[in-house]
Structures are given as C-alpha cells and as structure tokens.
C-alpha cells in the first residue's frame, strides 16, 4: 500500500464487533484464559495483551500504522515525543556511555542531553556542526547511538542523513533521527540508512493540537548481534526481565522489544488509549495535509521574500535557500512548513507584527492544521542577552511560523495586514 492507503487503513482488521474504526480499549488489564496462558504472554512466547501500561489494543493500531508509515518491524507508542526520545537512548545507554548528537535541537530535546543525561552519567558529545566528519571525531568505543534532527526545530537546518549514518555504521554505532517535522509522507529515513526514529506525534502526525503523544519506530536492520559489545543489553540476559536475550527471543525486533520491556514497563510513560484513538483520527489524513501544508508555506515563504518590510526569509522550499540541495536531495525540493523570518525594525517591529496576527495563533507548537506563529525574543528566549541570541540563532526581530492548511489568501492577508503596521 502507498502512504495515503497506509494511513487510513494500516494495523486494523475489524474486530470481533465490526466497528469500522478502531475502537478505544479503555482497560487497565487484559483477562488470562488460565496461569499457562499467563505463563506464556510473560515469557513473551505466545502474542497478546497483559496490561496498559506495556500493551493496548487502541495503542497497537497506532504502533503498526506508524510503523507501516516509516516501513519499520515494529513501533512503541508513548506519552509525548519527549518520552520517545527519553526511552530511545535508554533502551541502549546507561552509565558510563555516551552519545553523539548533532547541535540543532528541539529545545526540550537540548535540555535532556544537555543537563538530564549526564547528570545520569550518560555523557552527549555536542558536534561543531552538521556534518558527518564533526560526528565522527566524537565517536568512541563507548558511543552507542548518533543522534539527530531530519529537519530541526527551530532552526529548519537539514542533516544529511545518509552520510551521517554511512560514518555511524563504519564504527558499529546506531543511528536515531527524529523526524517529527518531515513526517514520513516527506521523507523516511530507513530508507537512507537511519536505524531508528522518533516522532513527536503532537505535531504533524496527529495534526490537530488536540493530544500529545509519541512513538519510537525500529527499523529492524540494525545488526545488534554483530555488534555485542557495544550493546550488551540486547546480546545478554536482560536481569529485569527474567533472563530474555533480546536478540536470540525477538530478531529484528529486538531493540523495539527491549524499550517496551525495560524503560517503558518500569519508568511508565504510555500513551493513553484516548490518545491513540486521536492520533489515529489525525493520521488518516498526515498525507494529504503534508501536501498543503507544504504548497501553503512556500507561497508564503515567496511572499514574505518579496515584501519591503521583510529583512530575511530562512525556508529550505525556496531555491536559493542554503539548505535546498538537501531538501532535494531528501524530499523532492519540499521542506516541511516550518519557516522563521526577520520583520524590519528590531524587537519592537516584531512584537507589533505579532501581535496584529489575526488567523495565526500566537503560541508555542507547531504542526496543526491551523496557522501558528511564535515570536521567541517576547516568549521562548526572553531570558536570553543579546550575545546569546546569536549562540542560539535567535534574533529580536525573529518570527518562526508553523503554516497551516487554511486558505491561502486569508493567510497572506493576515501577515500582509500585520506586516503594513
Ligand atoms: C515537539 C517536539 C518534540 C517533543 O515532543 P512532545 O510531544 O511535545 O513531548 C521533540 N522533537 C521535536 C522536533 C519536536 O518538535
């Protein structure tokens, strides 16, 4: 099936009541037919549900769709993208490891590498930039994963993610890239050799603001047998969960069962079946909306570059951007529709120009149906000196919008009557 298909139909069979769309298995725990049968689901040897907090029927439809969606063996859905990001380095780092990390992050994603791992004792190796050669320096026989952004947020920088793997692999070391603002409708990174993704599926997946949530999704071609000594917690028997050896129980599945088993059945960060049922509502149209998203935001791009009162455009869709050549290379010239512009006129110009919006939300998200626009010097970065701002790529003037699905002509008249005060 195609991604459109995937997305409306993936992982559900009707069940034994024929409702047509998945029903929300609102249930703590899950009945044995008798001990063995209990038996055999803790011993992982027979498939099946034992309670929420690892497994649910609402949440497994997610799980497979999502995976289908990135063309993976199998996905875990989780509370919010921030616990999928959590759990992913868990699932094969603990004390004394370290991982390398290219430097654009999500902000929240900065905070935990920055200041949470290490004072867990998992060291983040921050490269200089973007490039595969920057990682490479940083990878030692301690390394267990090489992190990144497909596209970042804020900053709307591209990774070459193809070359970043092809050094990550020359050393036996996995890769995980959060695709949260491509969406696998853009691009999917299996299919360049990342090993495993993230996403935050409040954003573009579920599409409509209405439910965090997030997924981990293992693409079941990283060779973690081969590479036993760097990743002893899928090659020997798992102490916290009876003995299992991941690799020899699961295959290909191994690191995806290991996250469920180890961080997310003892730390607990599910996601709720309420959620999942939303999420899923969300992503039967993640394609099509991919596609307006990205038309709208690069008539808007177009027209912010043309406007006199506008200093500068950052928006990978337009041509002379510097990181087109990726956004060909990886997307067929499409860049999502986050984009950040500078409005002439310094901090108080920006803050004039955000607050006469009128169909763009001002607020902290991104990836809704509906427009949204952020100023970070008045909100996000306020803390921030003016030194600063530029270590992080913030200026006062700066306006990151997230462009919606609505009709194109109310948004331009929106930033075009914002823009005239
Ligand atoms: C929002 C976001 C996250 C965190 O996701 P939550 O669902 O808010 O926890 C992680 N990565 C990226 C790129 C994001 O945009």
């Known amino acids: ?37 209990g038996a055999d689901l803790f011993n992982l040897a027979v498939p099946g549900n034992i309670y929420s907090r690892i497994m649910n029927p609402t949440c497994d439809v997610l799980e497979q769709r999502v995976a289908q969606l990135e063309g993976g063996v199998g996905a875990l859905a989780l509370s919010a993208g921030s616990a999928a990001i959590h759990y992913a380095i868990l699932t094969i780092a603990s004390m004394g490891d370290n991982i390398v990390t290219t430097p654009q992050l999500y902000g929240g994603t900065y905070t935990l590498f920055a200041h949470m791992f290490p004072d867990m004792g998992i060291e983040v190796r921050f490269a200089e930039d973007d490039s595969p050669e920057a990682i490479e320096k940083l990878i030692d026989d301690k390394t267990k994963a090489v992190f990144m952004e497909t596209i970042g947020n804020p900053a709307g920088n591209i990774v070459d993610i193809a070359e970043i793997a092809k050094v990550a692999h020359a050393h036996g070391v996995c890769t995980i890239a959060d695709n949260t603002v491509a969406t696998p409708a853009l691009l999917k990174p299996f299919e360049h050799g990342i090993d495993i993704v993230v996403h935050s599926l409040t954003k573009y997946m579920g599409g409509h603001g209405t439910s965090l949530g997030g997924i981990i999704v293992d693409s079941g071609n990283f060779p973690w047998a081969e590479n036993a000594e760097r990743y002893p917690g899928l090659n020997t028997p798992e102490a916290s969960y009876h003995g299992v050896v991941y690799t020899e129980a699961l295959g290909a599945a191994a690191y995806i069962g290991r996250a469920r088993t180890v961080p997310l059945r003892n730390t607990g960060a599910c996601l709720s079946p309420m959620n999942a049922f939303l999420l899923l509502q969300g992503i ?8 307006r998203h990205c038309e709208n935001a690069l008539a808007v791009a177009q027209y ?31 860049a999502s529709a986050i984009m950040t512009f500078g409005v002439k006129g310094g901090f108080d110009a920006g803050v004039k120009f955000y ?16 427009s949204l626009a952020c100023h970070p010097a008045s909100t996000t970065h306020r803390q921030l000196s003016e ?5 992080v790529g913030v200026t006062p003037e700066m306006i990151r919008l997230s462009v919606g699905i609505e009709a194109i002509e109310d948004l331009l008249e929106d930033l075009d009557q914002a823009l005239a005060t």
Not at 4 to 32: L, R, S, W
Not at 284 to 291: K, V
């Open 284 to 291: 039967e149209t993640m394609p099509l909306r991919m596609e």
């Open 304 to 334: 912010l570059r043309k406007h006199p009162n506008v200093d500068w455009v950052n928006f990978a869709a337009l041509p002379d951007d510097k990181f087109h050549p990726l956004a060909q290379k990886y997307m067929g010239g499409n």
């Open 387 to 391: 030194e600063e701002f530029v270590k």
């Open 1 to 37: 099936m195609k991604d459109h298909t995937i997305a409306i139909h993936a992982g559900y069979e009707k069940d034994g009541t024929n409702a047509v769309t998945p029903p929300i298995h609102q249930t703590v725990a899950f009945e044995f037919d008798d001990a063995q049968h």
């Open 355 to 370: 607050d006469k919006l009128g169909i763009f939300k001002r607020l902290v998200n991104i990836g809704d149906a509906k």
